[in-house]
């Protein structure tokens, strides 16, 4: 098992112009079109936005007043035989996703891993976003690896790895300045990727920094590096 925070293979990574466009990828080949996706009620306005867009349905279950993190419970308390579950690790913290996943496997449940907001966490040695169907990955701003465009997805079955590619490359293809900005996400991915495989905090604290810059303001990153 590969224990590298970042353990993907970046091009088995399909990179997109932001996170919800890896994140309908992954929907479009995992389920039904139309299919219902069941998601934690605070998670980022546009993907509700952009699924319902799209023909999704969308329904959502509690998280944890304290740590915003959804429980087993809420989302079992939820669910009314939805397609899809977003599970999102948020605030660089992991869910409990092991009960997650068997709880969505046993329901035939397509399992979205998002760790839009924890790429590189881990738990219990295992790097978050290999548990589920499908993990999507953003680096826009205030992301931890901040290039200020573009998002990936990682999907584990080969065949809908394939199909998902095979959709993308009919999309409408980037213009120059965003083929710019996706070499930027693939240089910064490797960076990262090089990094998390030596332990070493420095390289990403660099990959990070205009993410943090962008958060707190560079008084308080000095403070803090």
């Known amino acids: 098992m590969n224990t590298s925070p970042f353990p993907w293979r970046i091009e088995d990574l399909a990179i997109s112009d932001r996170g919800t466009s890896a994140l309908l990828l992954a929907l479009m080949v995992g389920i039904p079109a139309g299919g219902t996706v069941l998601m934690p009620a605070n998670i980022c306005e546009i993907v509700p936005l952009a699924l319902t867009g799209q023909g999704y ?42 009960a997650i996943t068997g709880w969505a496997k046993s329901r035939s449940v397509f399992l979205v891993e998002d760790i839009c907001n924890a790429i590189g966490a881990t738990r219990q040695g295992r790097p978050l976003g290999q548990n589920g169907d499908a993990s999507i990955m953003s680096f826009s701003h205030a992301k931890i690896v901040d290039v200020g465009f573009g998002g990936a997805v990682w999907i584990a079955d080969g065949a809908l790895r394939v199909r998902a590619a095979d959709i993308l490359a009919s999309w409408p293809p980037f213009d120059d300045p965003a083929k710019v900005r996706a070499a930027e996400v693939l240089e910064a991915l490797r960076r990262f990727q090089a990094a998390a495989g030596r332990r070493d905090p420095a390289p990403v604290v660099d990959v990070i920094r205009s993410g943090l810059n962008f958060r707190l303001g560079q008084a308080e990153i000095t403070g803090i590096a």
């Open 57 to 98: 349905r969308v329904r959502f279950h509690d998280v944890d007043p304290v740590s915003g993190l959804a429980r087993l419970a809420d989302i079992a308390g939820a669910y009314r035989n939805d397609d899809a579950l977003i599970a999102v690790h948020n605030f660089g913290r992991a869910l409990e996703i092991e």
